[in-house]
């Protein structure tokens, strides 16, 4: 099973060493130096860990969130509460419930609550957030960062209000911090590497391809939402557990922008991005720090005190990162997907998937036979403007219909319709008797629709494999189950070899396969292709009628095919059904629908007749 | 007009397109085919500035390699991008507008374009997503033409149109043809790009493989079949 993975054991062990070593490295300086450096180290890996956190929501989902520092003071007050003194907790904070007041927990088990808490209120925090649109999410966060800002500086008698809280007990140590934020890197790493993690990065590379794969947007970003409000959480309960004091503005707008800088720097789609930007921003900020406050530069110049250097400094770092190195640091990728980390032999690049890996034939989910796909009546306008006049369609189990008319005849919109993206003003769509308007495109997924776009919608910054593997993984299928599937497909459309590369990277022609490729991933019944030959030459054409004529047999579906180039469109199709202006105006078997008038007229134009004569 | 010396493109590290020369001459029409991945979009968009490559590119006495698209564009090389790429929340008359160079020419030039493309002046209120598929390539076309290029180049502009608004397309291309516009284009159906040019370039895995003339290609059947994969 060697060829059924998305990398090889050594460049998935390099992706996590790297940063735990970075992490090692960074402690040992600590523990070793000054208390006051070891002050320093320990408050770096805190906040090292609430980047990681930003990391798992922003780098996988693509959305920025501002709002993941109110979860790291949901998690800070939580963990001094749990922690506080008695004597100091009837000082400080007379109206907390006395259960808490009484927790007096350990650094571990408080530490431990504080990310449950953090987790459970980025849940219901994200529940009606995660809603809106990905251009609202940036801002709706934000708002909630002011509300928990808010509510902690004025619950005067719970949180202590705006002079906050001292007296926490400070059993932070370096070693601690360490291990919590190698912890960190380890779960974000297996969050980014399973079959929820890998559905989020599809949202993220194109929102409507993951939908058409039956991804839930809004469940996936809620649930890295939730891990990244837990990791947060945790960061937040070891720093307060590090400083021993609070204040509601301990975790706002300033530490908002250094985490986002460190992410953004780093590389935000990689938690090896996460890890050195958060090492290298808050090494250059101590640095600068110590200039600004009036050092000396390696003994010789003397500069005097420049209030706003560290802040200048971190403004100019981003601004150079932004133009010079858009994807940060790391490129975007993992440590051990550094090509030059790859050429020193450390690391390998994932080999093209073995041939005949895959169990053959083996679906990645099992589907019950069903009857046929039906639209009734299906009526659209845009504007006033009649898209689909009172259309019927009808397709059988393991049946290829075509689908033509000329551009404009409303084709693709009823394949939007058919698929959920589009709601029709009328009509209905039924799929083995049972009523299918109103289901969303990913419901419809699962219910066993699978389309291709006109246009191709790679995820592009995954590789080939991944891209197909998603598919099964839209289903719910496990990260090996989904391989040996994707594997499987790629195979038969001759695409294994190219499948190592990011999608982005593939011509047009192999991008258009490879979605293809997607939706039969996910065990269709029906199969909706809209214009898969587009940007194909001749020869590739009959590759995929080839391929397309075995679909039927090989993967149990019916296939719906819009197509203009006629010499795909008649060797497959048994019926096909021409479309004019909304309207169906014909249908029939190949010969019949090309013989006719009318179809000739409107569509096919006379020098096609032409060409046939010939 | 157009000259390409020994132009390499490559994409993380990875170079699909291995030392192409080529020249277009003005007047000239000449047609790039050859399969999927051959390089024919990559040499293009290296061309208009859109894909790092090394070589160079000249355009009349200019150089174009380094020089950002947008300046490419303001020296007369006109580009109908694969996917046609029209301004769809625009209206057809605004994208036929942001096309032309100066405001003050625009009016009679724009006059001139829309009376080749009656079906444009019909819609000219419209939203430009509105149009079919084969009308915003006409579309795509006419913004190109309103910036009076000296070249004109076309990423397969039959690409998802009906056989019959092929037809349109090509009847449209051989007028601008007839009336002396430079143009280099891409296609995937080789016959009829072969019969539409005065010279075609059949290229594979980044190189060029063949060139002629059409009749020379027409008759040069191990091109057609090792390339294409047409039976002669």
Known sequence: MSGERFRTRQSAAASLLIPLLLIAITALIGANGTPSLQDTVTAILCNLIIVIGLQVYVGNSGVYSFGQLGFATAGAYAAAFLTLPAAFALLQTPSLPHFIVDAHLGALPSTLIAAAFSALLAVVVGLPLMRTSTLAIPISTFAFLIVVYDVVANWDRVTGGSSGLVNIPTTTSVESAALWAGAAVVLALAYKWSASGYRLQATREDEVAARSIGVGVMRERLIAFGLSGALCGIGGALAVHQSGVLNPATFYFGATVTTMTMLVVGGARSVFGAVIGAIAIATVNELLRSVENGASLFGAISIGEAPGLAAIGLGLILLATMIAMPSGLSGGREAGELTWLQRLGLSAPAPPPARGAAAAGEPAIDRPPGGALRAEGISLAFAGLRVLDDVDLGLERGEVLGLIGPNGAGKTTLVNVLSGFQAPDSGTVSLDGADLIGRSPARLAHDGLGRTFQTALPFPDLSGLENVAVGAMGMGAGRRRALATAADVLDRLDLLEQARLPAGALPAGSQRLLGIARALAIGPRYLLLDEPAAGLNEAECSQLVTFLRNVPNDFGCGILLIEHDMSIVMPLCSRVQVLDDGMTIRIGTPQEVQADPAVVESYLGSSFLAAVDA | ?232
């Open chain 2, 1 to 232: 007009m157009l000259e390409l010396r020994d132009v390499r493109v490559s994409y993380s590290g990875i170079e699909v397109v291995h030392g192409v020369d080529l020249g277009v001459g003005r007047g000239e029409v000449v047609g790039m085919i050859g399969p999927n991945g051959a390089g024919k979009s990559s040499i293009l968009r290296s061309i208009c500035g859109l894909a790092p490559s090394s070589g160079r590119v000249t355009f009349g006495d200019r150089v174009l390699t380094g020089l950002p698209p947008e300046q490419i564009a303001r020296l007369g090389l006109a580009l109908v991008p694969e996917g046609r790429h029209i301004f769809k929340t625009l209206t057809v008359a605004e994208n036929l507008r942001l096309g032309a160079r100066q405001e003050t020419e625009a009016v009679e030039l724009m006059e001139r374009t829309l009376s080749r493309f009656p079906i444009l002046r019909e819609r000219a209120g419209q939203r430009a997503d509105r149009l079919s598929g084969g009308e915003q390539q006409q579309l795509a076309i006419a913004r190109a033409l309103l910036g009076r290029p000296k070249l004109l180049v076309l990423d397969e502009p039959s690409l998802g149109l009906a056989p019959k608004m092929i037809d349109v397309i090509y009847e449209l291309l051989g007028e601008l043809r007839e009336e002396g516009v430079t143009m280099l284009l891409v296609e995937q159906n080789a016959a009829r790009t072969i019969d539409f040019c005065d010279r075609c370039l059949v290229l594979s895995t980044g190189r060029v493989r063949a060139q002629g003339s059409r009749g020379e290609l027409q008759s040069n059947h191990d091109v057609l079949r090792a390339y294409l994969g047409r039976q002669p």
